[in-house]
Structures are given as structure tokens and as C-alpha cells.
């Protein structure tokens, strides 16, 4: 059981793959609230600077989403264009 629960905290805690990276928005991209939702209906735009935590990531249709935390806000972008720091 000790092992199951250690499991599920690591795959948890490392499922971005990017696990403590803070990315700075570069340009203007569109969030969405699903991936694959319609490209035409973003629930709102992140602007460059904001500051984002990468969380998850979905492949669907042709375009690889990445889920996204920035501040309060949070929803899945097609875009790639943020400055990744790694972990301090």
C-alpha cells in the first residue's frame, strides 16, 4: 500500500514533465478551457510577461496543448511561446 501511494504522489507531483518551471509568456496567445475546444472561442488571452506553471499536456486533433496556470487563471494553449526557467 506504502509503495501504491508513493507511486501516485511522484506521477502527481512530475506529471508536467517540467515539475517547478515558472514560463514567462513572450506574445499574445489565445487560452482555452479543453483542448480541442473551438480555436475562435479563448476564455481569455495571456499577454507577454505574465508568468505561468506548466501543469499537464493533451495531444488532439493536430495540435499539442499545454495546460497552464497564470495567477488566479488557468486553461490549456496550443502555443509554445514562453520563456521557460527551470527550477532554482
Not at 476564455?43 to 495540435?63: M, R, S
Request: hydrophobic share 40%; with cysteine.
Amino acid at each position: 500500500m506504502k509503495k501504491i501511494l508513493c507511486s501516485i504522489a511522484l506521477t502527481l507531483s512530475a506529471c508536467s514533465g517540467h515539475a517547478n518551471e515558472v514560463w514567462t509568456v513572450q506574445k499574445s496567445m489565445p487560452v482555452f478551457k479543453e483542448p480541442n475546444d473551438d480555436l475562435k472561442a479563448p476564455i481569455f488571452v495571456l499577454q507577454p510577461g505574465e508568468k505561468c506553471i506548466p501543469l499537464d499536456h493533451a495531444v488532439a486533433k493536430v495540435y499539442a496543448y499545454t495546460q497552464v496556470r497564470c495567477g488566479e487563471r488557468e486553461g490549456w494553449v496550443a502555443d509554445d511561446d514562453f520563456l521557460k526557467q527551470p527550477p532554482h
